[in-house]
């Protein structure tokens, strides 16, 4: 064989080497995309069968269960749906109430609880709002005003196959700062006069200092006339006290004046009396009952017998 022809067959023998790696390397290519095609269908048929998802979760109310002149209790619904056959953990839940910006009230709640497999629980998240720290805090928040708010949740699930999913939530809404309504006795009208028993109705003055409307219910008061404590007497019919009004209510009552000593002359003669009220109304408002103080002490008013008594049954001012 000549020298000449060994080249040729090398060249030959690597070329076909080279080939057949080629080769090689597409089969082995196209086995592992194969593979990873079969492993990802897989996944996704063994994720459709046992069903495992994301949990959604949404605000489904928010509830202002009490309310007064120091604080409100607030109490946000969130119904949290889990598509997932075996229970999740809710790991924390954060909450920020802000208004206009400016961050209220803040906080974590931990170990929040489980949501049943495939199932729905609504998780109540209780907040306490202290009118004090706004107050405080933003000193344009005015008494009697209403300040829109905005309340964010984060819920921290964890899911298997997702891991760890925060999931945010947020409601706006309007909260109410309340006043307690300033509380006059303009007069008070004899029906029935005798030194056992005196029926009269009380002239009462209510001025509503807030932005919203009040429905009073009942009144739960004491009345001192000449530091003599009367007692007190129930509303007839309810009223409606007008956001930024002056509501004027008859309010009968009964007493023994008697027992009103000298001062008893001085009521006699219309020369006016010492006056002093503490106690609170119920009322209905837009965001809920309330229960708010009334008060005012040292108050002069005037006692007038109707004309059938002897009495001068106008409109004098309170003396």
């Avoid at 005003?145 to 706006?172: A, C, H, M, N, Q």
């Avoid at 008697?258 to 965001?287: C, E, H, Q």
Wanted: hydrophobic share 35%.
């Amino acid at each position: 064989m000549s020298s000449s022809e060994n080249p040729e067959i090398v060249e030959r023998v690597f070329k076909d080497k080279e080939e057949n790696d080629d080769k090689k390397d597409e089969q082995k290519g196209g086995f592992i995309e194969k593979v990873k095609d079969f492993i990802h269908d897989i996944g996704e048929k063994i994720e459709g069968t046992i069903g495992f998802g994301k949990p959604t979760a949404d605000v489904s109310g928010i509830h202002i269960p009490h309310i007064n002149l120091e604080k409100a209790e607030i109490v946000v619904d969130v119904l949290v749906k889990n598509p997932n056959p075996i229970p999740i953990p809710l790991i924390d839940i954060n909450y920020l109430i802000e208004s206009d910006g400016r961050k209220l009230l803040s906080g974590l709640i931990p170990d929040a609880g489980t949501i049943h497999a495939h199932g729905s629980e609504t998780v109540k998240i209780p907040l306490n709002l202290v009118y004090d720290d706004i107050k405080t805090t933003y000193h344009d928040i005015k008494p009697g005003s209403i300040i829109p708010y905005k309340i964010k949740v984060d819920l921290i699930v964890d899911v298997p196959v997702f891991g760890r999913i925060t999931i945010p939530l947020e409601k706006t809404g309007e909260i109410p700062i309340p006043y307690k309504p300033d509380i006059d006795v303009e007069k008070i009208h004899f029906q029935r006069f005798s030194f056992e028993e005196t029926v009269a109705v009380l002239k009462l003055k209510l001025e509503n200092k807030n932005d919203f409307d009040l429905g009073l219910n009942s009144l739960d008061y004491d009345l001192w006339l000449s530091d003599v404590n009367v007692g007190g007497a129930e509303l007839e019919k309810s009223a409606t006290l007008a956001k930024n009004g002056i509501t004027h209510i008859d309010l009968p009552i009964t007493f023994r004046p008697k027992d009103f000593g000298s001062a008893l002359w001085d009521m006699i003669r219309g020369r006016g009396t010492g006056y002093s009220m503490k106690g609170n109304i119920n009322v209905d408002t837009p965001f809920g009952p309330m229960k708010l103080p009334i008060s005012k002490e040292g108050g002069t008013t005037s006692l007038k017998k109707n004309k059938e008594d002897g009495g001068d049954d106008d409109e004098d001012e309170v003396c």
